[in-house]
C-alpha cells in the first residue's frame, strides 16, 4: 500500500533547490516525449497504488464479508464505528509507541554510534575495525523478522527464557512474565524494534559523515573545539538532510508495523500490543469484516500521508531557511 | 485447533452466499447398507474405473494409513483404482473455491470440518448433497449424532443442520493428561470425581508444585475454561451456544460458573500467572519434561507424548463427572459437485469408514468414528480410544469454544489472561466475551 514510499524520500531528490523552475523556452517541443517515459511508471503506480486504494475507499463504504457474499452500501457508518471503538484508538496510542521504538530511540542512539565509529573507532583503531561493527550492528535488519521473532520469544519466555534464566541467577526470585501481563508486553516489543531498527540510522548516519567535508573538522579544531563541540556545531547540522530521511522512513514504517507484532505477540496479551495494521489484518482475515478493515486501513493511510507531508515540508522549511542564512 | 482458528478466520464470508446447494446425490442407490464391511457398500454391480483423491495428511499419520488400507480393499472389490493427489491445506484452502468450479476436479476431497470451510464451500454449491448415500449406506446410523454435527451443513454454511456434505472418518477430544510418577511420588491419588480433581490440584499446591501445566497466549487456556464450562452445562447450552439453538446468558448458568470456578482455580495457585505469555508449545515441553502433574488438552497431542516421554509413566482419563467435552470429528471427506464419479466416490468413502481402515486407525491412535478398540495392542492407546468410545456413546462432544462466531478465538485467548492476569473481574472478562458474541451471532443470523 505505502509502497510509494521510496519516491518521497529519494535523498538526491531533497536537496536539489533548483528544480521546479522555468523551463527554458528552447526545450518546451522536448517535453513531451519525456511523458512517454513515465508511461511504464504510472501504469505501474495505477496498478499497484491507485486502483488498490480507491478499491480500500469503496469497501470501507460497505458492510461485507469477503468472498461472494453479498455488499451492503452503509456510506460513512464504518467510521463512525471506529470512533467509539476502543480497539482502534489503542491500536493507535500504540503507534506513537511505535514512534518512540523505531524513530526517536534508534535515530538518537544511531548518531552517536555513527559519530563513534566514524570518529574514535575508525580514526583511532582502524577503519576495517569500524565497519566491522557496523555490519554488526546492521545485522538485525537483514534477519528475517520471523526468525528473530522466535528468537526474541524464546529470550523473553517466563518460564524457560535466557533473560529470566538470567534474573533466576542473579538473585531476583519472582521474574517479569515479559509477552504475558498487558504493562510489560509492549515495553518488550518495543525493546526488540530498537534492536531491529538500530543497524539502520546508523549506516545512514556513517555515510553521511563521509560526505561532510574534513576541512571543517579540521577548522574547527585549529579554533579549539572539542569533539562534544564539533559534533554539536558541525556534524548535526550537516547530515540533517539524512536525519529528514531517516525520519519520514522510519515514521511511515513505525505507523504500519505488522511483522514483529505478528511474531512476538499478535496484539496481546489482552489486545495491548494490537496496532493499526493488525487490527486491519483481524478484521479482513479473523472477523471476516472486510468493509472494516477496509477503514482502518484507509485511515491508516491518511494519518501515514499527513504525517509525511508534515515531515517533507519541515524540511523544506529547514532548508530554505539555510539557504537564506547562506 | 490452531488450524482451526484460523480458518474460522477466513471464511465466514460466504455464510451469506445463497446459492442454490446444487447436485442432488443423484444415484447412490446401488449400496447395500453396509459401512461395517468393506466390501459391503461397493460390491457387485457397481464396476468402477479411475477415481481421484485429494487429501493434505502427512504419510506416516493415522489418517493416511487408514486411507491406504481403504484404497487397498476398495481396488480388490471394485476393480477400480484410487489416484492419491497429495495437496496441502493451505493451497486448498485458497484454490478450492475456483478449481472446485472448473471440470477437472478430485471425486474425493479431504477438507477441513466447521462453518468457516466445508460450510462455505457447500454454501457455494460446490459439494455434493450426500443425504441419499448415507441413507443408503447407513452413514446415518453408523456414525454418532455428535459426529454428524459436522457432516451437515445448511443453506448458510452453518453446520448441525441441513444435508450431509462430509463425512468424517475420525475424531478427537479435549482430555486430561496426567504424570503417575508425580502422583505417586507425592502420596496422591489419582481422582476419579470432580471433588477428587480438585483435592489433588490442592495437595499438589501445598506440595509446592503448580499442578497444571497451561498456556494463555494460545487454545490451552481457553479449552480448559470451556470444560470447566461445560462441567455445569448440558446439551441444550452447547445447543445454543455452538449452533445458536436457544439465548445464550453470559450472567448467570454455566459460563458464569465455569468461570467462577476458573478464577478460583488460579487464584488456589492451580495455575502459573506466567501462563498468560506462553505458547501450547511450551505447555507441552513443560509436561513432557515431567515439570507439572496434569495437563488438559487435545488428543492431538497423544503420539507425541506417547513417543516422547520416557521419563514418567503416561495417564489419561476423561475430564472427572464432565458428560461433555471439547472435541469434535476430524476433517471431512467430501465429494465435489462436479466429479465425474460419485458413486464409485461415496463407496470409496463407504471404505474409509468400513472395519479395515478403522481398525488401522484405532491401532496408530487416530480415533476411528466406527472401530473396534479391542484390536488395539498399545495400552496407552487403548486408554485413549476407549476414553473417546466413551464420550462418543455418550453423545458428549461440544466443539470448540472459538468455534461459534468469527474471531471469537482472539476473544477467548485474550479473556484468559485477563484472568490470569487479574486485570478483569470474571464478571468483566465474561461481559467483554458476551458482547462479541452476541453481535458476531447476530452477524451470522441476520437477527
Redesign the interface.
Known amino acids: 500500500m505505502s509502497n510509494d514510499a521510496p519516491s518521497i524520500i529519494d535523498p538526491t531528490a531533497a536537496p536539489a533547490p533548483s528544480r521546479g523552475r522555468a523551463p527554458t523556452p528552447g526545450r518546451r517541443p522536448s517535453t513531451r516525449v519525456y511523458w512517454l517515459y513515465l508511461l511504464p511508471g504510472g501504469i505501474a503506480l495505477t496498478v499497484v497504488i491507485i486502483v488498490p486504494f480507491a478499491m480500500n475507499l469503496w469497501y470501507s463504504l460497505h458492510k461485507w ?6 455488499m451492503r452500501w452503509i456510506g460513512f457508518d464504518n467510521y463512525v464505528d471506529l470512533m467509539s471503538d476502543d480497539a482502534f484508538w489503542r491500536s493507535f496510542q500504540n503507534s506513537l509507541w511505535m514512534i518512540v521504538a523505531m524513530v526517536i530511540v534508534p535515530t538518537l542512539v544511531g548518531i552517536v554510534l555513527a559519530a563513534v565509529l566514524f570518529d574514535v573507532v575508525g580514526k583511532n583503531i582502524g577503519t576495517r575495525t569500524a565497519s566491522f561493527l557496523r555490519a554488526v550492528y546492521y545485522l538485525p535488519q537483514i534477519l528475517p523478522i520471523a526468525v528473530a521473532g522466535i528468537v526474541w ?1 524464546w529470550i ?5 527464557g535466557a533473560l529470566n534464566e538470567i534474573l533466576r541467577s542473579l538473585g531476583v526470585t519472582d521474574p517479569p ?6 504493562g510489560l ?1 509492549l515495553p518488550a516489543v518495543m525493546i526488540v524494534l530498537v534492536w531491529i531498527q538500530i543497524g539502520y540510522p546508523t549506516v545512514i548516519f556513517m555515510s553521511a559523515l563521509q560526505r561532510v567535508a574534513p576541512e571543517l573538522y579540521e577548522a574547527a579544531e585549529i579554533d579549539g573545539a572539542g569533539w562534544y563541540r564539533r559534533f554539536r556545531a558541525i556534524t548535526i547540522p550537516q547530515i540533517r538532510p539524512e536525519t529528514f530521511v531517516i525520519t519520514l522512513t522510519c515514521t511511515i514504517a513505525a505507523l504500519k508495523v505488522f511483522a514483529p507484532i505478528y511474531v512476538l ?7 495491548s500490543t494490537l496496532v493499526p495494521s493488525y487490527y486491519t489484518f ?1 478484521n479482513f ?6 468493509g472494516y478493515g477496509a477503514a482502518v486501513a484507509t485511515v491508516l493511510t491518511f494519518v501515514i500521508i499527513v504525517v509525511a507531508v508534515v515531515i517533507q515540508s519541515l524540511q523544506a522549511r529547514a532548508e530554505r531557511r539555510e539557504e537564506e542564512g547562506r | 485447533m490452531r488450524i482451526r482458528s484460523a480458518l474460522s478466520a477466513v471464511a465466514v464470508g460466504a455464510l451469506a452466499v445463497t446459492m442454490a446447494a446444487c447436485g442432488s446425490g443423484n444415484g447412490g442407490s446401488t449400496g447395500d447398507g453396509g459401512g461395517s464391511d468393506a466390501s459391503g457398500g461397493a460390491d457387485g454391480e457397481l464396476s468402477c474405473g479411475e477415481i481421484t483423491f485429494w487429501h493434505y495428511e502427512g504419510d506416516d499419520s493415522a489418517m493416511n494409513q487408514s486411507w491406504l488400507v481403504a484404497i487397498d480393499e476398495w481396488e480388490a472389490a471394485t476393480g477400480g483404482t484410487v489416484t492419491v493427489e497429495k495437496q496441502t491445506f493451505e493451497q486448498l484452502q485458497k484454490n478450492a473455491k475456483i478449481v472446485l468450479t472448473g471440470d477437472d476436479v478430485p471425486d474425493v476431497m479431504e477438507y477441513n470440518k466447521g462453518n468457516g470451510t466445508a460450510g462455505q464451500l457447500a454454501s457455494q454449491g460446490l459439494l455434493t448433497e450426500l443425504d441419499d448415500y448415507a441413507a443408503d449406506y447407513g452413514w446415518d446410523s453408523v456414525l454418532p449424532s455428535s459426529i454428524q454435527t459436522t457432516a451437515r451443513y445448511d443453506e448458510d454454511g452453518l453446520m448441525g443442520s441441513g444435508p450431509w456434505f462430509g463425512v468424517p472418518t475420525y475424531g478427537e477430544y479435549v482430555t486430561v493428561y496426567y504424570n503417575e510418577e508425580m502422583f505417586a511420588d507425592n502420596g496422591i491419588e489419582v481422582p476419579t470425581t470432580f471433588a477428587e480433581l480438585e483435592a489433588a490440584l490442592d495437595a499438589f499446591v501445598a506440595a509446592g508444585i503448580t499442578p497444571l501445566a497451561e498456556a494463555g497466549a494460545e487454545y490451552p487456556m481457553g479449552q480448559l475454561w470451556y470444560q470447566l464450562v461445560l462441567h455445569h452445562a448440558d446439551r441444550d447450552f452447547v445447543d445454543a451456544f455452538q449452533l445458536f439453538d436457544g439465548d445464550v446468558d453470559f450472567t448467570s448458568g454455566p459460563l458464569k460458573d465455569g468461570t467462577d470456578t476458573l478464577q478460583e482455580w488460579i487464584d488456589k495457585g492451580y495455575i502459573n500467572p506466567n501462563a498468560s505469555g506462553l505458547t501450547a508449545e511450551d505447555m507441552g515441553v513443560a509436561f513432557i519434561a515431567g515439570k507439572y502433574p496434569v495437563m488438559v488438552s487435545g488428543s492431538w497431542w497423544f503420539g507425541r507424548l506417547n513417543a516422547e516421554i520416557s521419563d514418567f509413566t503416561l495417564g489419561q482419563m476423561i475430564f472427572p463427572e464432565n458428560s461433555l467435552n471439547a472435541g469434535s470429528s476430524g476433517n471431512l471427506l467430501v465429494i465435489p459437485t462436479n466429479a465425474k464419479e460419485k458413486d464409485c466416490a461415496a463407496s470409496f468413502i463407504d471404505t474409509a469408514l468400513a472395519q479395515g481402515a478403522q481398525n488401522k486407525l484405532a491401532e496408530l491412535g487416530g480415533l476411528p468414528v466406527a472401530g473396534d478398540a479391542s484390536v488395539i495392542t498399545d495400552e496407552n492407546v487403548k486408554v485413549l480410544t476407549q476414553n473417546w468410545d466413551a464420550i462418543v456413546a455418550d453423545d458428549g462432544l461440544a466443539f470448540y469454544p472459538d468455534w461459534p462466531v468469527a474471531g471469537f478465538y482472539d476473544q477467548v485467548v485474550s479473556f484468559g489472561q485477563s484472568l490470569l492476569n487479574g486485570s478483569k473481574t470474571p464478571d468483566q472478562a465474561l461481559d467483554t466475551l458476551g458482547t462479541f458474541y452476541q453481535e458476531g451471532r447476530a452477524d451470522i443470523t441476520g437477527e
Open positions: 464479508k469477503g468472498g461472494l457474499a453479498p520469544n523473553f519466555n517466563a518460564e524457560t512474565n515479559w509477552l504475558g501481563v498487558p508486553a505477540t499478535r496484539g496481546g496479551p489482552e489486545g483481524l482475515f479473523d472477523k471476516s469484516k472486510i
